[in-house]
């Protein structure tokens, strides 16, 4: 089965602080894709990054950077001088194996962050 | 390049009443989709339409649940006799089918959501 586990429900810190949100994942796949997603309380999910099971390079991307895992399945999510706009839901996605019928996205259950100034 | 729009944005209904929502996705995305989203939770996936075509169905999506995308372009999700457990955020997202300005294929854009309160 596939699931995606976001054990961080609530995370809040002072601006400015860096903070990582947790993201790990279960497939049986070896071909897979994983998402970043930002709620903002506008209820609109944006997109931030997707990343195939075949790259596991980190990536970054101004402030923000995430770090793949295969051998402990995570794909953790790093704002590095967090700011009070970073405030969200942020949900981790999982989608598997590109055949046709599988193309749902998976979600955790999200991290509220709260970046307080 | 506008992004996914949904119609309308907040839907309160009594229940037992029909619903109906309109997806309207961004325009050369092909593969258009359904989710739905209970407060504190994720999105969970309905359905999903390439083109016309209605490929995948969860088991979310009970027989009083119907999702149409006649001509390949906007979809519409109707909801029958609706229940107080309908309550939800309604979200729709569009993927292309191959890559577009860089964007992978695969990567699916989400509109802004269609809240339903059902009294």
């Known amino acids: 089965a596939q699931k995606v586990t976001q054990a961080q429900t609530e995370i809040s810190v002072v601006e400015k602080e860096d903070v990582t949100l947790d993201c790990v994942y279960e497939t049986r796949d070896t071909t897979y894709y994983l998402f970043w997603y930002k709620q903002p309380p506008s209820g609109e999910l944006v997109f931030l990054i997707r990343?195939?099971?075949?790259?596991?390079q980190n990536e970054i991307s101004g402030r923000y950077s995430w770090n793949f895992q295969k051998s402990t399945s995570s794909f953790n999510f790093t704002i590095t001088a967090s700011q009070v706009v970073d405030s969200a839901v942020y949900f981790c996605?999982?989608?598997?194996?590109?055949?046709?019928?599988?193309?749902?996205?998976?979600f955790g259950q999200g991290t509220r962050l709260t970046i307080n100034p | 390049d506008t992004g996914v729009s949904q119609d309308p944005r907040h839907k309160i209904t009594k229940r037992g009443q029909n619903v109906t929502f309109r997806c309207d996705p961004i325009s050369e995305h092909n593969r258009l989709y359904w989710y739905r989203q209970t407060l504190g939770q994720g999105p969970e996936f309905l359905t999903y339409f390439q083109n016309e075509a209605q490929l995948e169905k969860s088991r979310l999506l009970s027989d009083r649940f119907s999702a149409e995308r006649p001509k390949g372009s906007f979809s519409t999700l109707e909801i029958q006799r609706t229940e107080q457990g309908d309550s939800a955020m309604y979200l729709c997202?569009?993927?292309?089918?191959?890559?577009?300005?860089?964007?992978?294929?695969?990567?699916?854009?989400f509109g802004p959501g269609t809240r339903l309160t059902v009294l």
């Open positions: 996605a999982l989608r598997w194996a590109p055949i046709q019928g599988a193309q749902k996205l998976v």
């Open positions: 997202a569009s993927s292309p089918t191959k890559v577009l300005a860089g964007a992978p294929t695969d990567t699916q854009y």
């Open positions: 990343r195939n099971s075949f790259d596991e």
